[in-house]
């Protein structure tokens, strides 16, 4: 074991005893899950303090997919999971192509599940996946770890950053080592966590948070929604289906028949049968309309 490591790993706020919970181990269920819950409650403030630096990022990605370029997450264990997960949810939610929000893990696929031995250690590693996805100079980074210090994050800021693209860096300890690299850093200084070092927990948490918060404000600003509707939706299964005729339903205030009738005359896209229903146009107009306002379903109804 490097002694560099152990003396950086003693100064991280992630790293540190919560003086709340030396008495884990001596509680019942309801007084573990009561302190967890009160811990929890720090998320949302830590995230709060954040929110400029991630509504700075939210511009930049909206730049990027404004100019064909991509939201990229990169990350190892929970963080990359959860890049993974959060860029796995936006086709189904938003309607768009697989490509446009891609997560990338330390160790590949197998490291969803397993744990993979060295990778997160492996710098250059991080540089070699960015180029296995032709990642360039339109594309925005996000670079996720609770630590701040992940190799494997660290080679892949560095690698975007030498190309020119945006830089984001996600991390739960203050003017860590990746937001010395970053462009922008988004800083959710959470505390120590109930169980001492399980970054999973409070950190994963407000990493979650930050990332719905990315793509969801992302996909709202690109017209990727009506009023507060998922117009986007992609009806892959019954319950997306219903959800698209209710919602639907919501945006025209019109019945669950006529609802279902433009849906099957818009291939289902609720966001065309919207325009369809409230501009009264055919499948055709409606079309031609959207495309000439960018898809946002607000400006070809005015």
């Known amino acids: 074991m490097e002694p560099t490591l152990l003396t950086t790993l003693s100064t991280l706020i992630t790293e540190q005893r919560n003086p709340l919970s ?29 929110l400029p630096q991630i509504a700075q990022a939210v511009e930049k990605i909206v730049q990027a997919f404004q100019n064909g370029g991509r939201l990229v997450y990169i990350g190892a264990g929970t963080s990359g999971r959860l890049g993974v997960l959060d860029a796995s949810e936006c086709p189904p939610t938003f309607g768009v192509s697989p490509e446009m929000v891609k997560g990338l893990i330390a160790g590949g696929e197998v490291a969803l599940r397993h744990p993979v031995e060295g990778a997160e250690d492996n710098r250059a590693m991080g540089e070699s996946d960015l ?20 190799p494997y994050v660290l080679g892949a800021l560095e690698y975007g950053k030498s190309l020119g693209a945006t ?34 927990m409070k950190s994963g948490t407000a990493q979650k948070l930050v990332l719905n918060m990315l793509t969801t404000a992302s996909m709202v600003l690109i017209g990727k929604c009506y009023q507060n509707l998922m117009v986007d939706v992609q009806a892959s299964n019954q319950k997306l289906v219903a959800r698209a005729v209710r919602i639907v339903m919501q945006a025209t205030d019109c019945t669950a028949e006529t609802a279902e009738a433009t849906l099957q005359l818009a291939n289902n896209n609720a966001k065309l049968a919207i325009l369809m229903i409230l501009g009264n146009f055919d499948r055709l107009e409606a079309e031609q309309l959207l495309q000439q306002h960018q898809g946002k379903l607000q400006q070809a109804l005015s």
């Open 131 to 150: 180029k296995g996805i032709d990642f360039s100079p339109k594309d925005v980074l996000v670079g996720i770890a609770a630590s701040g210090r992940t």
């Open 22 to 50: 030396m008495q884990l181990d001596r509680l019942s269920a309801l007084e573990i899950v009561q302190l967890i819950n009160q811990q929890d409650h720090l998320v949302a403030q830590a995230v709060e303090k954040a």
């Open 167 to 200: 830089t984001v860096a996600v991390a739960s300890n203050p003017n860590s080592a990746m937001a010395q690299v970053a462009e922008i850093a988004i800083e959710t200084v959470v505390g120590a966590e109930v169980l001492t070092g399980s970054s999973r």
